[in-house]
């Protein structure tokens, strides 16, 4: 049975105390009450026992029989993640990621109830532009690392002083060392507001805010709230699908007569991946409980649900370390086993009960603050100029970057930061 777009839509789009206080597992006892507004350093310490488990249970793999098929249409290929898994049992070292990310100023606050945990690196230059930073599934925080310099340092790196940004890095809650929500209710509209009350405890007033995947749809949702200090979004995967094209998209219907060429060529990227490829948000958007024990219990299991979707949305021929260091991916994937976050972030697309890619559904015509599209080539969907205008009416900036992804800045960190540069030039 084919997965309806109006569930599975939604979902898809889509670092620590001074020991490692993650509001989860590997906890250090707290006594912060629900009304404190303290910001408090947090640096990451992993028990060894945690590391030496992870290498245990990686050697213990009991691995399904060879695909029949040559090629990625049954899944992540054998031969592929057995690479990566040998390689994550005996040769990646968390140890260096803690390193990297304890070097970082990180950070912890409770938010609404929950501890939010989140990097800020202030810029040197004294007029830098605050900026949100918000990641997505199957990344996190660590899509951002390598674009902290550039953002933040910009004459370093090819730009002007006045293209500074103090940058913010928050985990959603329920991914990283954020806490995870104990009930329901954490949807992006509540993340969004989350995000305002984080960026004025750190005494900005004005600020901009930028996402893709998740992080698109919550800066849709903070655009929506417009609070004060709000001065712009920008985004790298928006809702801009027609309502009119919504159902079509769904059936699987033939390229409607009348479309450009950039319309068509979205029409049947959308088509094609809710047609073939997007199984796994319809399991998180129905029963993230039941896929969470797998991602729990197995870091095989939650490597190769994390690794294929990374190499399908990067712009590498499906060798998604031509773009992305294999020991970045492992970080990345080491995050959620070492965290314990693969059932609550797949209960994050169960709480996003709305159509991420519709224009309808994200309301993003009643959005009143300015809005800046970039489009990566190998995103998910090459969003056109025509449907972007039509469904952001204040969108003041569109452009077509020349390389990248779905992880637009975990893939061309330089890239994304001159997108960045120029889209929000006017709004300083």
Do not use: C
């Not at 990097?119 to 230059?125: D, G, L, T």
């Amino acid at each position: 049975m084919k997965t309806k777009l109006t569930t599975v839509l939604l979902a898809v789009f889509a670092l620590s105390i001074p020991t490692i206080a993650s509001a989860q597992n590997n906890k250090t006892t707290s006594t912060v009450s629900k009304t404190d507004t303290s910001i408090r350093p947090f640096k990451i310490n992993i028990p060894q026992s945690k590391l030496d488990e992870l290498k245990r249970r990686i050697a213990e793999t009991r691995f399904p029989d060879k695909e029949t098929v040559n090629d990625e249409s049954q899944g992540i290929q054998l031969a592929q993640l057995k690479e990566l898994l040998t390689y994550w049992g005996k040769g990646y070292d968390w140890r260096k990621l803690e390193k990297k990310l304890n070097a970082l100023p990180q950070y912890i606050t409770k938010i609404d109830g929950l501890d939010i945990q989140f990097i800020h690196v202030r810029s040197k230059e004294s007029n830098a532009l605050p900026v949100v930073l918000t990641h997505g599934w199957p990344g996190s925080p660590l899509e951002f690392i390598d674009a902290i310099g550039p953002l933040t340092d910009p004459v370093k790196y090819g730009g002007k002083a006045k293209d500074a940004f103090d940058v913010i890095i928050p985990a959603i809650p329920g991914y990283g060392f954020s806490e995870i929500p104990k009930q329901t209710g954490w949807n992006p509209d509540r993340v969004a507001k989350a995000w305002d009350v984080l960026v004025k405890r750190l005494g900005y007033t004005k600020y901009v805010s930028e996402g893709g995947d998740h992080g698109s749809v919550i800066s849709d949702a903070l655009a929506r709230q417009a609070p004060a200090g709000l001065l712009g979004i920008h985004l790298t995967m928006p809702a801009t699908i027609p309502a009119e094209l919504v159902k079509p998209i769904n059936a699987g219907d033939p390229t409607p007569i009348g479309l450009s060429e950039d319309e068509a060529k979205a029409y049947n990227a959308l088509s094609t991946f809710f047609g073939r490829n997007a199984a796994y948000g319809g399991m998180m958007v129905t029963r993230p409980q039941t896929t969470g024990y797998l991602l729990s219990d197995s870091p095989s299991a939650l490597a190769a649900f994390l690794y294929e979707k990374i190499a399908e949305w990067t712009e590498s021929d499906l060798q998604p370390e031509k773009v992305i260091p294999r020991d970045a991916i492992l970080d990345d994937i080491t995050l959620y086993w070492l965290t314990n976050t693969g059932a609550s972030s797949s209960r994050f697309y169960w709480e996003n009960n709305n159509n991420n890619f519709s224009s309808d559904h994200q309301k993003t015509k009643t959005i009143k603050v300015p809005v800046a599209i970039s489009v990566f080539p190998h995103e998910i969907y090459q969003a056109p100029e025509s449907w972007s205008k039509a469904a952001y009416p204040t969108m003041y900036y569109y452009h077509k970057a020349k390389k990248g992804g779905h992880f637009a800045a975990w893939e061309q960190p330089q890239i994304f930061t001159e997108e960045l540069r120029a889209a929000f030039k006017s709004l300083r």
